[in-house]
């Protein structure tokens, strides 16, 4: 690539955004990052998307925090909010290290011996490193002393990480995405690609081109459907009812792989008794697709020689999220596409590092590697590992954790790099829940909505300002780079997260990420191929991976499952409406999501000056028929309300909507659409309904 200014230096590293994981180089002119370009790296070839490619000036933002802050005496937390995050001092003072880490280990350390360790929780973020996440869930279990440790995992693929781990004995994608270049069939569903991980997109397309059948699943219309041989626009909410179809025709004609199944699995009976009233007729009178339709996609995924199928937050973000999951499983079992080139089961994973900071055990169920905390035996393991005496309960997830915030049960939070007060359901009660904390430690690099409630807010690095590793959607581990320094007085998080950890009682001497990483080693299988060195001589590793001199695997599970019959499990789901279903007062359904510019709770790519520039301001998207019934037109300030709350936001006419549904991005301050969200979580996964709750549109009229 050709750039107008001509570097100094150059750094290679990952892109901090999606799960694709795209290997790109930091082109460094005077201290600032001036360009960036892609690499080629296994997943993305020298591919990036507007993010990866325009997503950095945010680092120079003069929003940075440079310095810790510790809350003004005489600014109630209930009047955190409005606030100016170019100027903090309105509601802070500052603070050295020394008094901020100080007063912040103090307190913590207060509410355990007062209140008990069940007062404590804390969170980390999947946009942080493996390193970092490990030494968040370390410094949560052994200093705060409980197992109330999560992220945003929680909100994105807990109910399919509970169903792969309940059926096929592992949380992780069974091949990479890819690997769809060796596919006949793939299945796009409950997951826009193109707008959420535009370069794994760019595959799939390509996989199309060169005569993939692709069958998109989606109530929204999407730009790969310009690619597939089907696109289904199914009602919102029917995922069960359109894939208990699907494995109707798939049994009843007999198309499944009847080895595979005798062999390699368990379960099949159950799935077939369950789903012998699942009818294409009678699936399509709840889901809405043709029951030919259903037949003949049907046929097309289980003749396949090989077929993948990927998912997102459209499958996951329910009340019945694992159920969807499961029906998805039973698919790819059905018809042995899992274990051989071409066929896998992948959840495409939205963070960078979302797959990396569950493996590393930020969740409340599991030590690193999925090891449960119930478990004596693995407990002792840890226990000795790291000198402490450890909770033997499960802890609580994101919305619990919240919700026992509301009722005073949770007492005191570490946030570390997460926006809870944007990002977690029904925001009102989510922020009045931070304002009813005794304390909040929030380590960031901007104020955040979340800091604005803080007691202490702990000024963090960038990502293209520290060294660490990720894992991206295919288990793929890379190394990020260090390109550039913190601003000010910010620091490394994993030298705030060792300072905490001291003050509150624990002797840590980590020297770098590498020592950490090292330490992780000692207990997570998952890396034992995997060194530090290694990663810095190429790059990026997979796991599995037997050992140093080996290659880790793309496509697993050839040779039989991680479970305790060493089968895979079908799981029968039976046919559940949504939570809160549209009625006269709320006729719409809304769905929540991303736009392709922005990234998640919009902290990084608002400050990011062309990805802002490019979609600068909230819009609800409306179909055109919608628009036309409440009379008025696209660009027009319109009202929406749920049973939550209600928010004002232009319109956007979108004519891939069907009737009836509405989408709000999630990403937009000023109109945030979790003010509206419902939080009824799904019973496995403990992940509230993002994509579905019944809500109406109203003008605004203007004063
Ligand atoms: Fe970054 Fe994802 Fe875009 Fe790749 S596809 S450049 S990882 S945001």
Partial sequence: QKLAITPDRHVDSVCPYC????????????????????????????????????????????????????????????DSLPFDASNPLTHFREASWEEALDLAAGKLNHVRDTYGPSAMSGFGSAKGSNEEAYLVQKLVRTGFKTNNVDHCTRLCHASSVAALLENIGSGAVTASFSECRNSDAIIVIGS??????????????????????????????????????????????????????????????????????????????????????????????????????IRDVARGYANAKAAMIFWGMGISQHTHGTDNSRCLISLALLTGN????????????????????????????????????????????????????????KGLTVVEITDAAYNGDIKAMYVMGENPAMSDPDQAHARAALANLDILVVQDIFMTETA??????????????????????????????????????????????????????????????????????????????????????????????????????DVIFGDGFPTASGRGRMTPADVLPPDEMPDAEFPLVMSTGRLLEHWHTGSMTRRATVLDALEPEPEVHVSPSDLQSLQVSAGDLIRVVTRRGEIALAARVDPKLPAGM??????????????LTNPALDPYGKIPELKFSAARLETVVEA
Wanted: net charge negative.
């Fill in 338 to 393: 899992v274990g051989k080139p071409g066929a896998g089961l992948h959840p495409l994973r939205g963070q960078n590092n979302v797959q990396g900071a569950s493996d590393a055990g930020l969740i409340p169920m599991f030590f690193p590697d999925y090891k449960p905390v119930g478990d004596p035996e693995i407990r002792a393991k840890y226990e000795n590992l790291w000198n402490a005496k450890l909770d033997p309960e």
């Fill in 452 to 553: 604005a409630f803080a007691d202490v807010i702990l000024p963090a690095s960038a990502f293209p300002e520290k060294n660490g590793t990720f894992t991206n959607t295919d288990r793929r581990v890379q190394m990020g780079r260090q390109a550039i320094d913190p601003p000010g007085d910010a620091r490394q998080d994993w030298w705030i997260i060792q300072e905490l950890a001291n003050r509150m009682g624990l002797s840590w001497s980590y020297t770098h990420a590498r020592d950490i990483f090292g330490e992780m080693r000692m207990v997570m299988p998952s890396l034992t191929g995997i060194t530090w060195d290694r990663l810095l001589k190429e790059d990026a590793v997979t796991y599995p991976c037997a050992d140093e001199n080996s290659e880790g695997k």
């Fill in 19 to 78: 799960g694709v994981g795209c290997q790109l180089t930091f082109n460094i002119k005077d201290e600032k990052i001036v360009a960036v370009s892609g690499r080629q790296g296994p997943a993305n070839k020298s591919r990036l998307c507007v993010k990866g490619r325009y997503g950095f000036d945010y680092v120079a933002n003069p929003e940075r925090l440079t310095t810790p802050l510790i809350r003004r005496d005489d600014v109630a937390k209930s």
């Fill in 192 to 293: 826009n690609p193109t707008v959420n991980h535009p370069v794994a997109a760019t595959f799939i397309k390509n996989a199309a081109q060169k005569g993939a059948k692709l069958y998109v699943m989606d109530p929204r219309g999407q730009a790969l459907d310009r690619y597939a041989e089907e696109s289904l626009n199914f009602v919102p909410g029917t995922d069960v009812a359109l894939l208990n179809g699907l494995i109707h025709v798939i049994i009843d004609e007999g198309l499944y792989d009847s080895d595979y199944v005798k062999n390699q699995t368990e379960g099949f009976e159950d799935l077939k008794a369950r789903t012998a009233s699942s009818t294409p007729e009678a699936m399509s009178a709840i889901c809405g697709i043709a029951p030919d339709t």
């Fill in 662 to 675: 509405i989408f709000v991005p999630f990403c937009f301050n000023e109109a945030p659409a979790n003010m």
